[in-house]
């Protein structure tokens, strides 16, 4: 496999993903100067007729300077208030950067709701397209000062890369404090750095290690190596690499490492379902249902399942287990998880008669299902 980076300056649409410690100051607020130099690398690239989408963290760390704080908080209500401040000044410094070279920047604050519920992900993805339509430059972020703990992504890499199939991105850019992945710890001596993930099988000897030494984000190569494992699984290629050489990345160089993709593109939907929902309850299958779900393409019926798990409604995301816990798959549930209790262990066409045609149907239609 050719790890040629040309994909990168043939890019017709790019994402492009920085952390919070690449923008902000050591004393906490803005680092105006790197957040300039980041802005006049994607102004370059979107100049030469690449479209640019910015998923940016930093609210958060941007407002603990003006709040008096000296490091992140660990509670939630006060990490939303540093998210309020923050984050007006994290636009309003963009808004003014990009204006600079003339481009208008536009706002999107999401929660792991508008991706994980159907109309709330389309309508997502409408508002990103129609903001790279009229030559605007979407600047994302997770909208934290209204997030919950039950509620969050949890660091913006996942968000990136789920941004990146939305916009259907042609390459993913996660930009850190760090050179790239490396094969160790990379303040230990003798550690490499790796320049191309070809295979997932490459990344079961390397030793990932927390958040960043500044702790200022919410991240860390974990979250950027399951980011890059997302976007490339789904066909779109992946660079990680230091913030401060974005100008170098997006012009083609061998800067960082370089994750190939190694999945087709699939329908939006089927990567909805397996990464931008979060489960709320279990269907328990036995091995029947197991087998005609994973090698028969057939959807799950009532009589295929042991038990129930969970306290969901009809149209949400549940995932389907094994007997012996393997999550197996994840659909769209037909029932309420109330009124499943009923319907176990029996056959559509006597639910039907005896309840009613409405209860002849699939517990998860094959249409609303992905295996995983």
Excluded: C
């Excluded at 974005?246 to 190694?262: C, M, P, Q, R």
């Excluded at 994973?294 to 295929?304: F, K, Q, V």
């Amino acid at each position: 496999m050719s790890s040629d980076r040309g994909f990168v300056t043939s890019a017709k649409r790019i994402v492009v993903k920085i952390g919070s410690s690449s923008i902000t100051s050591a004393a906490g607020g803005l680092d105006v100067t790197a957040v300039e130099a980041l802005v006049h690398a994607l102004v370059d690239v979107r100049q030469s007729g690449t479209e640019v989408v910015l998923v940016s963290s930093g609210a958060i760390a941007a407002g603990l300077g003006p709040l008096g704080l000296r490091s992140r908080p660990k509670d939630l209500a006060t990490q939303q208030a540093a998210a309020s401040v923050g984050q007006g000044l994290l636009v309003h410094r963009y808004t003014d950067a990009f204006a600079e070279a003339g481009f208008t920047v536009g706002q999107v604050l999401l929660t792991v709701d508008d991706v994980g519920r159907r109309a709330h992900y389309k309508n997502a993805q409408r508002t990103l397209n129609r903001l790279l339509e009229v030559g605007a430059i979407p600047v994302v972020n997770e909208n934290d000062t209204v997030a919950t703990d039950e509620i969050r992504f949890g660091d913006n890499d996942r968000l990136a890369a789920l941004v990146a199939h939305l916009v259907q991105a042609d390459a993913l850019i996660l930009l850190s404090d760090v050179d790239g992945l490396y094969d160790a710890d990379p303040s230990l001596a003798g550690a490499q750095l790796i320049s191309d993930v070809v295979d997932a099988s490459i990344l079961d000897s390397v030793e990932l290690g927390g958040v960043g030494s500044r702790g200022v984000g919410s991240g860390g190569m974990v979250t950027k190596v399951e980011a890059a494992r997302l976007a490339t699984s789904a066909g779109i290629p992946v660079i990680l690499a230091r913030a401060n050489k974005i100008k170098d990345v997006l012009t083609g160089s061998s800067e960082g490492t370089y994750f190939h993709a190694t999945g087709q593109r699939r329908a939006t939907r089927l990567l909805w379902l397996a990464h931008a929902t979060d489960a709320r309850g279990k269907l328990i299958l036995d091995a029947g249902a197991e087998n005609a779900v994973r090698n028969s393409g057939s959807s799950l019926l009532p009589a295929g399942v042991t038990a129930v798990e969970g306290d969901f409604e009809a149209g949400d995301p549940i995932e389907l287990v094994s007997q012996t816990g393997e999550i197996i798959a994840r659909g769209l549930v037909a029932y309420d998880s109330q009124e499943i209790p009923a319907l176990l262990g029996r056959t559509t066409a006597e639910l039907a008669s005896e309840l009613g045609d409405g209860y002849g149907r699939e517990l998860v239609h094959r249409d609303d299902l992905v295996l995983l």
